[in-house]
């Protein structure tokens, strides 16, 4: 642990000071190891590689399996960034086309602009902003094969039948839609051509007020370092109107959340927060204190404590809105939404309780909910080679299912019990913990032993999924789900049959002999 | 002269290039199945080739850079050059040509 947060300050550090720092004595292949394990997963990865590239002297104790690694994780979030900038400027122009207005919001919004090249700061996923008619938005895109993967109450998730990446299509910038109002007309009439693929992003001030919402509401003030030092980037390569801000942030009721936010960039990556911007806020008492490691994961943030002291005086309607989510385009009765309301308060006081909190909240810190992604306790890091260590430690991991995508299998809020490769081989048929690109997915697997000949790569794919995931190493099957707790032997997790059918539909996708159901 | 010599390539939308760390890579924007999982790298010679790739300059006028620049000799480099166009549309990354 101590050693995974010294290789932490060291990214830190670097992404401060802007050159590499000398690597520490005793060990330094260990250190250069654990430093490239945490630019990966802070997401920095590729800006690391291209310092010890450039800076000779410093780069030379830096061992070159460790710097080989880091080249290949740099090509590869060169190929993703662009494939998934291409996605965002694909949707946005068939949104475009149907008359319907759109922005790309985080890091589809700020790539081109804020980083020299997209393998400089890694996305997890596209998230685009629908400023007009959601729901016409999400039908069109079903209608071009995007399958719907899960839903939050701010977004749907999709994934692209063509890459496999995926978009969060938002109709709010944060949860609890309506508590942060859209200017629809004022971000649309701000908004300015972009440089690259992405033909139009939000203003710096638009943006710098949404990236605050995120940080500071979304996330409780724990973000990657690139998260953060999205914010540093923002105040030193754009420049940011005192008015149009004071009207953005206004507009979108984010004064306390962009000071929050601001305050928190400043302690992190020291990002550059002009005089003027410092005096309108006090400091937020909060913060006072603290270092700058606990605003960055895998710190657990206090989600619930900092939502309730961002909305001082709106603490009702933060409540009211989160219990009563209104989601475009979906008429319902009183009734209805009542049993919504209460259903959702129950699924909060379940999951925000004593128990659970301390996992709940650590798994808002790594992301909303997404298509099959999973949370679990001892905190699941998608790269960090970890998890195989935890195997070897614990006869069994337990994780919880998020996703919507496995069911009848496996359903959201199910805590499933996993055994590592070697307790339990995979075989075609088991759902898998697999390391994918986007994260961990428990998805099944549709091909692998004792099927995989010729070499050909594993797959899995979600049981309502209608496209294989991309391709897998085997190292990458990191364990086996063998019992979902509470329904010992009940439940059919593990079957050919389910299996073969979605082999089968993941192929007839893939040669598209008919359109995907 | 050689068909390919006489025909001027473009750079298809479907495929960016990008230098990183003195590599210059190819990425496929689009694909199907394992496809999508690939990016090619190219070497200087590629590269200069790829970055002459317009729609304008015909493969002609390309293989004279060549020989002026990587000192080859232009047998060598017509055939090189010929071979490399051939990989280039094996994996769409060019336009349809036009003769110039």
């Avoid at chain 1, 991991?397 to 805590?415: E, F, K, Q, S, Y």
Wanted: neutral net charge; proline residues 7%; hydrophobic residues 45%.
């Amino acid at each position: 642990m101590a050693e995974s947060k010294a290789s932490l300050a060291f990214v830190r550090d670097f992404l401060t000071q802007g050159t590499l720092p000398p690597l520490p004595g005793g060990a330094p292949w260990e250190a250069a190891e654990g430093i490239a394990v945490a630019a990966r997963q802070q997401g920095v990865a590729g800006l690391l590689h291209r310092a010890l590239d450039s800076e000779g002297e410093a780069a030379r104790p830096w061992p070159a399996e460790v710097k080989e690694a880091l080249a290949r994780d740099r090509r590869n979030a060169l190929a993703r960034g662009v494939r998934q900038l291409a996605l965002a400027a694909r949707v946005l122009d068939r949104l475009h086309r149907a008359g319907l207005r759109a922005l790309p919001l985080k890091g589809a919004a700020l790539l081109e602009t804020l980083y020299d090249s997209e393998d400089h700061r890694t996305m997890a996923d596209v998230d685009l902003l629908v400023l007009d008619d959601w729901p016409q938005a999400r039908a069109l895109l079903a209608d071009d094969g995007f399958v719907e993967c899960d839903r939050a109450d701010h977004a749907a998730v999709l994934r692209d039948p063509d890459t496999g990446a995926v978009l969060e299509l938002h109709h709010s910038v944060t949860s609890s839609p309506g508590l942060f109002p859209l200017d629809r007309d004022g971000l649309w009439s701000r908004s300015v051509p972009g440089p690259g693929q992405v033909p139009r992003l939000p203003s710096a001030e638009d943006l710098l007020v949404q990236l605050s919402l995120h940080a500071a509401f979304q996330h409780g003030l724990v973000l990657s370092l690139a998260q953060w030092l999205d914010f540093r980037r923002l105040f030193e390569r754009r420049s940011l109107d005192p008015q149009r801000l004071l009207t953005a942030s206004g507009a979108a009721r984010a004064a306390a959340p962009l000071a929050a936010a601001l305050e928190a960039a400043r302690v992190v990556v020291e990002a550059p927060v002009p005089e003027w911007l410092r005096a309108g806020e006090a400091r937020p008492a909060r913060l006072q204190g603290r270092a700058p490691l606990d605003f960055v994961t895998p710190a657990a943030p206090d989600v619930a404590r900092i939502r309730l002291a961002l909305l001082r005086g709106r603490r009702l309607e933060l409540l009211h809105r989160t219990l009563f989510t209104e989601t475009p385009g979906e008429q319902a009765s009183f009734l209805q939404r009542v049993g919504r309301g209460a259903a959702r308060a129950a699924r909060l006081a379940r999951h925000w309780g004593p128990e659970t909190l301390r996992g709940t909240v650590a798994s808002a810190a790594r992301g909303r909910p997404a298509c099959g992604h999973v949370s679990g306790t001892p905190p699941l890091s998608p790269a960090d080679g970890i998890l195989p260590h935890l195997f070897r430690g614990f006869p069994f991991l337990r994780v919880t299912v998020t996703g919507d995508c496995m069911r009848p299998a496996l359903a959201p809020g199910d805590r499933v019990r996993l055994v590592s490769r070697e307790q339990r081989p995979p075989r075609v048929g088991d759902v898998v913990l697999a390391r994918h690109p986007e994260g961990l997915r428990l998805h099944r697997l549709v091909w692998g032993p004792p099927l995989a000949w010729f070499g050909l790569r594993w797959r899995t794919q979600a049981d309502r999924g209608a496209i294989w995931d991309p391709a897998l190493e085997p190292e990458d099957v990191l364990g086996t789900v063998v019992e979902v707790e509470g329904s010992p032997g009940l439940r059919a997790i593990h079957g050919w049959l389910t299996s073969l059918r979605s082999l089968l539909r993941g192929l007839r996708s893939w040669v598209r002999l008919e359109p995907v159901e | 002269m050689k068909p390919v010599l006489a025909e001027a390539f473009g750079r298809s939308e479907r495929m960016v290039g990008r230098r990183i760390a003195g590599e210059y890579i190819l990425v496929p924007l689009v694909g199907r199945g394992a496809d999508i999982d690939s990016i090619f790298n190219l070497n200087r010679v590629g590269a200069f080739v790829w970055e002459q790739l317009d729609g304008r300059i015909n493969g002609s006028a390309i293989v004279d850079g060549l020989v002026e620049r990587f000192e080859v000799d232009r047998e060598t480099a017509e055939a090189d050059y010929a071979g490399f166009i051939e990989q280039l549309r094996s994996i769409g990354a060019l336009t349809a040509p036009t003769s110039l």
